[in-house]
Each structure stands twice: as C-alpha cells, then as structure tokens.
C-alpha cells in the first residue's frame, strides 16, 4: 500500500472523521450522565455534541467519497 499525499490526506480526514465523532459521543454520554445527576451541563458539552456529530459524520462521508473516486480514476486506467 503506498502513502502518496493523496492517501495520507484521505487517512488524515478519516481520522479527523472519527475523532470529532468519538468526542461528540462522550460529550452526550457526559450531557446525559450529568442530567441524570440533576446538574447542568457546560454549555460547551452541547456544542461538541450537537456540531461534532454532522462534522464527524460528513468527514467519514468524504472519505469514502474520495476512496471511490479514487477507485473509479484507478478502474479507468486499468480499463484502457
């Protein structure tokens, strides 16, 4: 497996992808444990979990986005 730039910007986004979307799930483990201890969350735990989960989600769409492009360009040489 090689590692041009173009795959390790594709590994980069998928762990970015994945690291803002494990954040957001601690968040609102926090928000709902904190809730359930009848005490207010920090309002920054609310913006982890409502923007991190879209963010994280629409990284890992672009990965693979960007993976089937890739495989579509590789088919397309291979093809010719």
Do not use: E, K, N
């Not at 594709?10 to 803002?20: D, H, Q, S, Y």
């Not at 920090?42 to 495989?71: E, K, N, S």
Request: no cysteine.
């Amino acid at each position: 497996m090689s590692t041009t730039p173009a795959h390790a910007a594709a590994r980069a986004v998928l762990f970015l992808g994945v690291a803002i979307t494990a954040a957001a799930f601690v968040a609102l483990a926090l928000i709902l444990g904190l809730y359930f201890a009848q005490a207010d969350p920090h309002p920054a735990l609310y913006f982890t979990a409502l923007w991190g989960f879209p963010l994280g989600f629409a990284l890992m769409i672009a990965h693979v986005l960007q993976a089937m492009g890739r495989r579509r360009r590789r088919r397309a040489i291979t093809a010719d």
